[in-house]
């Protein structure tokens, strides 16, 4: 083994190094995310800013699809960085989730290719085949689309087949099973039909149960896994709570989706069944945290890793009804994808730079530990900055708009002049630059943390896992 400190593959297992890939292209696709976030942002203010070179429509494309596509390229890397170790075996068939990761990065990289260049084409099948598919949030091309399964295929092969083998632990069952749904869920988005109301209904079994269910679910897999290495947490806690998130989530996930259905022309019982049932669904998650916190008390709370461990109204329909499609529904959309899910992948990518550095010394008094304290600060301060100048806009719209104005083309212009809404798109990008920064001092923190530490990694007490 190298000497604490030195970044090398040799720390790692095949999972691993795997996972270090998909970390990097995640990183690479965060920063993305956060550019083409920033540039949107200043045609808010500045609408004319590269009009007919690269115009909001595109720019709000790239930065929403970025965002889909490096938190999954983050999740498939944090499952394959705990593969083996909660399997107890290496993971079977790794060479075919190599090739399915070159596959996927180059795709990617395709896409947005056409995106930057192409952009829009004809209203043929071709465009959705080889352009856009004109699905907001899946706007990826059919062939894209197609390839996503595959490779989600393939990867549900190497963990099923390595847990089928090694150790099969309760964490591993609903992670095995949550991929079989990550798989088919998206086949809906592919289906086609004439009828908008029916295009939006599969639409939205994409979004809200393959975004919302089977990636909520996986996250909590991972959260499970990361609260044991990291806190010491006993695993029936965990796992418990594992298995009251998948009884919410899928329990009452289909009727959690009734809450978007008022949009495409359902009964109004959706009303109260949808937003009842969708405002179920992220209890397990915070309860798994905060009971977690007050068992790993008996070891006073001693982390192994401190950087890993650096909307519920809105979702009702009787409110969404007036916020809807306003700056509301970002305010929302920003703060759930970042509190839910970024944070999970940014926690795993410090636990892989740890072991990654020869299980170097990552709890209190860490070297250089600023770094990663203010990134941390940055990227919560920008994200609520941005989120509560959107609410304000929003609030403004949903009044303006939609309350006073009743909806119409002449509201919908004088809310956009309001002076409320113009102060909060500002506020947004002053946010957004705080969140640039802190994106930045992650990367380098990612880069040099650990480097010129010599201690060894604080060893937590641990369960022996059976068969």
Not at 263 to 292: C, D, K, N, Q, R
């Amino acid at each position: 083994m190298a000497a604490l400190g030195m970044l090398t593959s040799a720390n790692l297992n095949g999972g691993q190094k795997l996972a270090v890939k998909y970390f990097t292209v995640a990183i690479a696709l965060f920063g993305a995310q956060v550019l083409f976030g920033m540039l949107a942002g200043i045609q808010y203010l500045k609408p004319d800013f590269l009009f007919g070179i690269l115009d909001f429509s595109v720019n709000r494309m790239l930065h929403v699809n970025a965002m889909v596509v490096w938190l999954l390229f983050g999740f498939i890397g944090s499952v394959y960085w705990m593969l083996e170790d909660e399997s107890g075996i290496p993971v079977v068939g790794l060479g075919l989730g190599n090739l399915i990761f070159w596959i996927f990065t180059l795709a990617v990289v395709v896409v947005v290719v056409v995106y930057l260049l192409v952009q829009v084409g004809p209203g043929e099948q071709s465009s959705i085949w080889l352009i856009n598919e004109g699905r907001e949030y899946i706007e990826a091309p059919r062939w894209a689309d197609i390839g996503i399964v595959v490779c989600v295929l393939a990867f549900f092969y190497n963990v099923a087949a390595t847990f089928a083998k090694g150790k099969f632990t309760n964490i591993g069952g609903v992670l095995v099973m949550d991929l079989i749904a990550l798989a088919g869920l998206y086949l809906a988005g592919m289906y086609y039909t004439p009828n908008i109301s029916m295009d939006q209904h599969w639409w939205w079994w994409v979004i809200h149960l393959w975004v919302e269910a089977t990636w909520e679910v996986l996250v909590g897999c991972l959260m499970a896994y990361g609260l044991i290495k990291t806190m010491g947490v006993r695993r029936k806690i965990v796992e418990t709570w594992l298995y009251i998130e998948v009884a919410l989530m899928f329990g009452s996930g289909i009727l959690g989706l009734g809450h978007h259905y008022f949009w495409i022309g359902t009964p109004e019982y959706w009303f109260t069944i949808g937003g009842f049932f969708s405002a179920l669904e992220p209890i397990p998650l915070v309860a798994m945290v905060v009971h977690a916190v007050f068992d790993a008390g008996h070891h006073k709370l001693k982390s192994s890793n401190n950087p890993a461990l650096g909307g519920f109204m809105h979702t009702l329909p009787q409110i969404n009804l007036y916020t809807h499609g306003t700056q509301w529904t970002a305010s929302h959309g920003h703060l759930a994808f970042f509190g839910a899910y970024a944070t999970m992948v940014i926690a795993f990518f410090y636990m892989a730079i740890q072991k990654w550095r020869g299980d170097v010394w990552m709890g209190a008094n860490l070297v250089g530990a600023w770094k990663w304290k203010w990134a941390i600060f940055m990227l919560h301060a920008g994200m609520i900055t941005m989120v509560m100048a959107m609410l304000v806009s929003g609030y403004e719209q949903s009044q303006i708009e939609r309350a006073i104005g009743g909806s119409t083309w002449m509201a919908y212009f004088a809310g956009q002049e309001h002076r409320w809404f113009m102060q909060g798109m500002f506020w947004r990008q002053i946010g957004g630059w705080m969140f640039s920064i802190g994106f930045v001092l992650l990367v380098w923190d990612m880069i040099t943390i650990g480097k010129r530490e010599t201690r060894a990694a604080y060893v937590l007490p641990t369960e022996t896992v059976t068969a």
